[in-house]
C-alpha cells in the first residue's frame, strides 16, 4: 500500500460560551444572558489556553454570551482579526421574544464584531426557530459547517463560540449525521470546552478524513 503524508486542509475549534445566569436585564433579553463573574473567568482562561493558537478566523454566534466569551479570545491573539458574527451558529429552539441584539450592542461587548461574509445583519440579529426539528436544525448546522469547510482548505486554524446545544448538531453531524441526530445518544459539552476536529485531505490520512483530535476539553479549566 502506498505511503502518504497526511495533509490537513482545516483545523476546526468548536467552543461552548462560559457560565452563565439570571441577568439584571433579563425581561430584555430572557434567553440571552450574560456571562456571570465566574463565567468571565472560565473565559479568560479560556483565552489563556488559546493564546498560542493564532487563528486564521473566529466565529461566533450572536448572542451575547457567545460574543463575550470570544472576546477573552480575541484580546489574547498576537495580531488582531476580525470576529465573525454568524447567526446559524445561534442556540436552537430560541422563542421569538429572545431573537438577537444589534450589531452595534455587539460590538460593544466585542471591537473587533462584524458580520460573516455574505451575512446582512439587520437591528435584531438570529436564525432559527423555536418549533424547529432536529432536521432543520442539522440543515442549519450542515449549511454552516459546509460554508466553513469549503472556505477554509489549506490548513487555517478556524474556532467557532457557539452553544450547547448547536454543538451537539454539529459534532454529529461531522461524525456523518447529516439528518438527524441519533436515538439514546447525547453529549453534554461543559462550559467552555473545546472541541478539535482536523480534516484532512480525501487520502492522505489512514485514519479518515474527519478526526477529533479532542472532545469536551475543559483543561484550562483545571479539570
Given amino acids: 500500500m502506498e505511503q502518504t503524508n497526511p495533509v490537513t486542509e482545516l483545523e476546526l475549534y468548536l467552543i461552548r460560551h462560559g457560565l ?3 441577568s439584571d436585564d433579563a ?3 430572557p434567553e ?6 465566574e463565567g468571565v473567568t472560565q473565559a479568560r482562561k479560556l483565552g489563556e ?3 498560542e493558537v493564532d487563528f486564521d478566523a473566529v466565529y461566533s454566534s450572536c448572542m451575547r454570551r457567545t460574543v463575550q466569551t470570544a472576546n477573552e479570545i480575541m484580546i489574547r491573539q498576537k495580531r488582531e482579526k476580525p470576529l465573525y458574527i454568524d447567526p446559524v451558529f445561534s442556540e436552537t429552539r430560541i422563542s421569538e421574544s429572545a431573537k438577537g441584539t444589534s ?3 455587539l460590538k460593544g461587548l466585542c471591537r473587533f464584531a462584524e458580520p460573516a461574509d455574505g451575512v446582512t445583519l ?4 438570529f436564525e432559527g426557530n423555536e418549533n424547529d426539528t432536529d432536521a432543520d436544525i442539522q440543515k442549519r448546522i ?3 459547517l459546509e460554508t466553513l469547510i469549503g472556505r477554509y482548505t489549506n490548513g487555517e486554524k478556524v474556532a467557532v463560540v457557539m452553544h450547547a446545544g448547536i454543538m451537539t448538531h454539529a459534532a454529529f453531524y461531522l461524525m456523518g449525521f447529516k439528518e438527524k441526530l ?3 445518544v447525547d453529549i453534554s459539552f461543559r462550559n467552555t470546552c473545546i472541541t478539535k476536529i482536523v480534516f484532512f485531505k480525501k487520502g492522505t490520512n489512514p485514519y479518515g478524513s474527519v478526526v477529533f483530535q479532542n472532545m469536551n476539553d475543559t483543561a484550562h479549566l483545571g479539570f
Avoid at 440571552?32 to 463573574?37: A, E, K, R, V
Avoid at 439587520?122 to 440579529?125: G, K, L, N
Wanted: aromatic share 8%; proline share 11%; no cysteine.
Fill in 20 to 22: 452563565t445566569g439570571q
Fill in 27 to 29: 425581561d430584555l433579553f
Fill in 32 to 37: 440571552d444572558p450574560l456571562l456571570t463573574p
Fill in 49 to 51: 489556553r488559546l493564546s
Fill in 103 to 105: 450589531l452595534e450592542y
Fill in 122 to 125: 439587520s437591528d435584531r440579529v
Fill in 142 to 144: 450542515g449549511r454552516g
Fill in 182 to 184: 441519533p436515538e439514546d
